[in-house]
C-alpha cells in the first residue's frame, strides 16, 4: 500500500511518500517516517485523515495500533495521511516527577534554613512552632506519596505530554511550593490552637490514605502496560464520585489549611479545586459518552462530579 503523507498546509511531508504492507499498522507508518526523518520519534506524530472540503468538524485521529486498511475508503492501496508535529515530548512519568519533586525540595529549605528569612530582613530569634514542624513532615509525605505512586501504581494510557508542560506544570506547583512555605514557616508565624491542627492534620491524613487507596482502585482498572481503556470505576467513594481520587486530593488540603491557617495555603486550595473540578468534568461526560447504556455497553450509573452536593 502507498501513503502519502502530507502536511497540515497540504504540501508532500515525505518526498515519494511510503510503501508499506498491506497488513502495515498506524505504528508501523510512524517507524517508517522517522526512518525517514530521524527527528520525528513515533510520540511526536499526530496522524490525522484529511479533512473533506468544507467539513468543519474535527479529523480523524489514527490509532496506532490499528491497520492502515481500517482507515482506507474503498480504495485499500493507497492513503492519504496529514501530519504534524508535536513538538518534542516527554513520559507522564517524567513530568510528574518534575513537577512534585519542586515542591518536595523546596518546602524543607524554607522550615530548616532560616537565613532565607534573613535575606527579607527578619533579624530575631526564630521560635519553631509543632504545627510548623508537623506541617512539613504532612506536605513532605504528600509529594513524596505521589512521586511514589507515579512510578509504581499509575497505569497511564498516554505515553507522552509535550516537553513545554514541564515548564508550565513546574512553575505551578514550585511557585505555590515556594508561597506556601514561605508563609507557614514565617517567624511572625501565628499557629492555630492545638485542638484546629489535631482536627486539620487528623483529617487530612484519613484524606491522604483515602486518595491513595482511590489511586489503587484506578491502577486495578488497568492492565499492567496500561492497557484497558478508561473502564467505570467502582468501589469505596467511586460509587457516588466520578472522581473520588480529586475529591480526597481536595479534602487532604482543607485538613492541611485547617491545621496551619494561611492565605496562601487557600488560595492554592481554591486554584487546585477549580482545575481539578475542570478536569473532572471532563472525565464525566467522557465515561458518560463511552457507556451510554446503548449497543450491549452499560450505561453509567448516577453519580456526583467531584465535589457532592454541589457537583
Ligand atoms: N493539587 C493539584 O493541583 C492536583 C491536580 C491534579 C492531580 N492531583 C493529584 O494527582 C493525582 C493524579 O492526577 P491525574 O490527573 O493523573 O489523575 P487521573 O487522571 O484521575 O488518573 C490517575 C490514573 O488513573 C487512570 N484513570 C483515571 N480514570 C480512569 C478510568 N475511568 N479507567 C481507567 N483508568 C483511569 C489515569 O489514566 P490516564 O493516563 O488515561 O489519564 C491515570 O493513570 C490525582 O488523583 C490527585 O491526587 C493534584
Known amino acids: 500500500m502507498k501513503v502519502t503523507v502530507v502536511s497540515r498546509g497540504g504540501k508532500e511531508f515525505i518526498k515519494g511518500g511510503i510503501e508499506l504492507k498491506n497488513l502495515a499498522t498506524v505504528g508501523d507508518l510512524q517507524e517508517a517516517i522517522h526512518h525517514r526523518n530521524k527527528k520525528y520519534y513515533p510520540s511526536r506524530q499526530r496522524l490525522t485523515l484529511p479533512l473533506q472540503s468544507g467539513s468543519r468538524g474535527k479529523p480523524v485521529v489514527l490509532n496506532a495500533k490499528k491497520n492502515l486498511q481500517d482507515y482506507c475508503d474503498g480504495n485499500a ?70 512521586i511514589m505512586e507515579t512510578f509504581f501504581v499509575h497505569r497511564f494510557s498516554h505515553a507522552t505530554s ?21 508563609h507557614v514557616n514565617h517567624p511572625l508565624y501565628t499557629p492555630v490552637s492545638d485542638l484546629q491542627m489535631k482536627i486539620g492534620f487528623g483529617f487530612g491524613l484519613i484524606s491522604q490514605i483515602s486518595n491513595f487507596y482511590c489511586h489503587l482502585l484506578l491502577r486495578n482498572l488497568r492492565g499492567p502496560g496500561g492497557n484497558g481503556g478508561y473502564q467505570i470505576p467502582h468501589g469505596f467513594l467511586f460509587n457516588v464520585v466520578t472522581c473520588a481520587n480529586y475529591t480526597t486530593e481536595i479534602y487532604q ?30 472525565k464525566h461526560h467522557r465515561l458518560k459518552k463511552l457507556f451510554d447504556g446503548k449497543e450491549g455497553k452499560p450505561k453509567y450509573p448516577r453519580r456526583w462530579v467531584i465535589l457532592p452536593p454541589f457537583l
Open 77 to 146: 492501496d493507497t492513503l492519504i495521511v496529514v501530519f504534524k508535529d508535536l513538538g518534542m515530548q516527554v513520559s507522564y512519568r517524567t513530568l510528574f516527577f518534575w513537577e512534585y519533586l519542586g515542591p518536595l525540595i523546596i518546602y524543607p529549605i524554607f522550615y530548616y534554613y532560616y537565613p532565607v528569612y534573613q535575606y527579607f530582613g527578619y533579624t530575631g530569634e526564630r521560635v519553631i512552632h509543632p504545627v510548623q514542624t508537623y506541617a512539613m513532615y504532612y506536605w513532605c509525605f504528600h509529594y513524596f506519596k505521589r
Open 162 to 182: 509535550p516537553v513545554s508542560n514541564v515548564f508550565r506544570n513546574c512553575a505551578y506547583y514550585w511557585t505555590f511550593g515556594m508561597y506556601i512555605a514561605y
Open 253 to 282: 488540603w482543607v485538613g492541611f489549611n485547617i491545621a496551619t491557617q494561611t492565605v496562601a495555603g487557600y488560595v492554592f486550595l481554591v486554584v487546585a479545586a477549580l482545575i481539578m473540578s475542570n478536569w473532572a468534568l471532563a
